[in-house]
């Protein structure tokens, strides 16, 4: 019952800064830990940062620390991801998902978006 959403995906240069949103609504009108995933061709998916579901923890992977910020807006329980810096290697579809709890595996959580694309080109 719960719907997960992103938007916010498209084609940026290298270098450059690009920010997602994902917004999950339905079920029990709680807030939700939330995190993000990306897949890029050929290549498994992979964790990328979450928040709990009162916004005061976070986890990022080391691949994007420093780079990337998730954040969200408790009102409205969308989260957003802040991108930075962003390589190449970057580009990939890009989900968000949500669950119980915070956690870095994709089994953590029950409900996920459709994706969103995100290219970067050199």
């Known amino acids: 019952q719960v719907r997960v959403i992103e938007s916010g995906g498209g084609l940026v240069q290298a270098g450059g800064s690009l920010r997602l949103s994902c917004t999950a609504s339905g079920g029990t009108g709680t807030p939700l830990a939330m995190g993000w995933f990306r897949q890029a061709q050929g290549k498994e998916r992979e964790f990328l940062t979450a928040v709990s579901w009162s916004g005061s923890s976070t986890y990022y992977a080391s691949s994007v620390k420093g780079r990337f910020t998730i954040s969200r807006d408790d009102v409205g329980n969308t989260v957003f991801l802040q991108m930075n810096s962003l390589k190449p290697e970057d580009t990939a579809m890009y989900y968000c998902?949500?669950?119980?709890?915070?956690?870095?595996?994709?089994?953590?959580?029950?409900?996920w978006g459709q994706g969103t694309q995100v290219t970067v080109s050199s």
């Open positions: 998902a949500a669950g119980p709890s915070l956690d870095n595996s994709e089994i953590g959580y029950d409900y």
